[in-house]
């Protein structure tokens, strides 16, 4: 056993994954056939970050290093959280695959500008050091089951959910 094998081991962490995990599959699911409704409540930036950034530390793997931030300002979101948990970790697994050698992936929630009436908004931003995506792979990126993805190597709905979820959340 590795020592940082052996580090999740003791400390339960590999656990706790695990469990966030097979949650966010079962949500997922629920989501993808009609059975779960996205509920949009208050939830904490700052706790709802600290939840998953081990997972999302662990999805991105070797040689990637995934920063989150939340600045001061943001107190609660309105969102469902468990899609947002799964934008995020789709966020960054799509950058893992176009970053072969490693790199960063930076998660940044920041307070945004009030729209048509409401309160702020929170604002997150996504930044890779991915190669990029040419324009014709750009204009279909977002559309469902599109992948440049060897068949069976990706299903095409990552960056689909992403943008559904986006949207879901104003």
Not at 71 to 82: L, P
Request: include cysteine.
């Amino acid at each position: 056993i590795s020592a940082q094998m052996e580090a999740y081991l003791s400390d339960g962490l590999w656990l706790r994954l695990a469990g966030h995990a097979n949650a966010m599959a079962d949500r997922l699911a629920a989501g993808l056939t009609g059975a779960g409704a996205r509920v949009l409540n208050a939830v904490g930036a700052n706790m709802l970050f600290a939840e998953i950034t081990p997972l999302l530390e662990q999805s991105g793997g070797a040689g990637i290093q995934v920063e989150v931030t939340v600045a001061d300002d943001v107190g609660c979101v309105s969102t469902d959280a468990n899609q947002l948990e799964l934008a995020l970790l789709n966020l960054v697994l799509n950058p893992r695959d176009a970053m072969p050698d490693g790199g960063k992936v930076s998660i940044a929630a920041t307070l945004g500008p009030a729209r048509r009436g409401q309160r702020e908004t929170t604002v997150l931003e996504v930044r890779d050091a991915g190669v990029g995506m040419p324009r014709h792979v750009l204009r279909r990126a977002t559309e469902p089951f599109f992948t440049t993805k060897a068949s069976g190597s990706g299903t095409g709905l990552g960056l689909a959910q992403v943008y559904g979820i986006a949207r879901q959340s104003g």
